[in-house]
């Protein structure tokens, strides 16, 4: 009986501590709620406080991301901050005249560097408005010294650490893994730098895409000494040769290459920030965060009558009405969209041109001197082929849009130039908007149209010089076939080719215009 007695008070223990305790959660899931409903004041003489260690900055996430964190997550969810929600802090704090400038703990922030650019720019903007950026940690990665950078005042922990030693890159190799378990990885690659696929038929890294990762670190890290030397007042090459040479290795040599201002701990930085808002040692300083001062901002919204839908889909996108992800069939019944037989994709003259060229082992341009594309009075010929446009506004922006079905007899996979920026499109409005056609894998392997927009960056070649050298020099020793139309900066425009023909046209502001095929 006694034991059946411990028996049952212990059952009895355990419910009336299961109820305590969902009491005490729900209250505090109702204190938290309450608390997040209140309004929320601003002290004067206060200071945006931007703790981003520890956070992953994605894009948008809720709008307490920055004062709960995960903490009402049940399965331990991970930390971020939400890139918006910081913007439109950064952007409340610039012009109210309570906050008087930005205390930033960035030190270990997870975000690559486009988000991180982004939200430096913010940080820039900020500053305008001449109030200050203190930045401290105890330690600070490449990505989060990048970040901070930007701040009048950088500060370090004495017993920490700045990581400036450039970006790598990490991959996992499965192909003993697959030996080991019997999996054969069925692959079909064209190109020696076709590195997707390398995970899974290699165990490390090919010299091609070893020497491709290697230039895209570089030019990543180039672009962010660049940005550190323009906001610290430090010559580039001075930071280049810190940089590779490694020398920041213990936390006074940050201060000796001027990475950072001065070794303090915390509370010491605690002093600067009081002095800098004229508060004597023991007074508290007033601090709001990103989501308390965002939600401020929001009732300064300017709101239009102007409205933009927005399909969020979520999964891979798949042909056919496959369940569980986004099938192509299923998202047109759901939206009303007419389906259509796939013989409506059908041309009877492709196909042929198809059959002619099939079992060659060659590809073949339809504007080469074989096609009837070159006889514009053939009407019984249909006209296929790149359609492209480069223009430029009345405000002097450069814009450049291309078309293609590509090339006839082309590879299973293949990807042309078009779609890819800087092969077969390009714009910058410092220089030229180009737009090309021909042997895409050429266009890919020169930059074709980059390369024409660097020639007149840095050689100072003109629209037309530029074109010339990319077409008739660069193309030609790769055997490239085609052309490019485009227009620079100052209107002027440019056609070159090397094949037998090419369709093109221009029309400018002053009504000139000309339509031509052949050279």
Known sequence: MKFLGNVLAVIVGLFVFSIVAM?????????????????VTLEKNSILHLDLNGRTLVERTSEEDLVFGSFLDPFGGENTAGLVNLKKAIGEAKTNENVKGIYLNAGLIGAGQAGLLELREALIDFKTSGKFIVAYDE?????????ASVADEIYLNPLGGIDFNGFSSE??????????????????????????????????????????????????????LELIAKSGGIAQDSLVRINQQMLVRKPKDAVTYKLA??????????????????????????????????????SKNITSSNRIAVILAEGEIVDGNADGAISSEKFAKENNIEIVDTSYFFYQSRWDEFIKIRDSKKIKLDNDSSSGMLDP????????????????????????????????NKDYNRIGDSPIIGAGTYANNKTCAISCTGHGEMF?????????????????LSLQAAMEVVV?????????????????AKGNTAMVFNSAGMYRAFKNSKGESATAIYK
């Open 23 to 39: 009491l005490i959660f729900f209250g505090i899931i109702g204190l938290v709620a309450s608390s997040s409903e209140k309004e």
């Open 139 to 147: 330690a600070y990665s490449e990505g989060g010294y990048f970040l």
């Open 171 to 224: 991959g996992i190799f499965l192909k003993g893994f697959f030996e080991k378990v019997g999996i054969k990885p069925e692959v079909f690659r064209v190109g020696e730098f076709k590195s997707a696929v390398e995970p899974f038929i290699l165990d490390k890294m090919s010299p091609e895409n070893r020497l491709q990762t290697q230039y895209f670190l570089d030019d990543i890290n180039n672009h962010a």
């Open 261 to 298: 201002t001065a070794l303090k701990y915390e509370d010491e930085v605690h002093s600067i920030l009081k002095e800098k808002l004229g508060l004597k040692e023991d007074d508290q300083i007033s601090t709001i965060n990103a989501t308390d001062l965002g939600g401020m901002a929001k």
């Open 377 to 408: 009075f053939n009407s019984s010929i249909d006209k296929y082929g790149t359609v492209g446009c480069v223009v430029m506004d009345r405000y002097g922006n450069l814009a450049a849009g291309t078309s293609t079905g590509g090339i006839v």
């Open 444 to 460: 890919i392997r020169s930059v074709a149209a980059y390369d024409v927009s660097c020639l007149m960056e840095y050689k100072g």
């Open 472 to 488: 008739h020099e660069k193309l030609m020793a790769l055997n490239g076939e085609g052309g490019m139309i485009g227009v620079d």
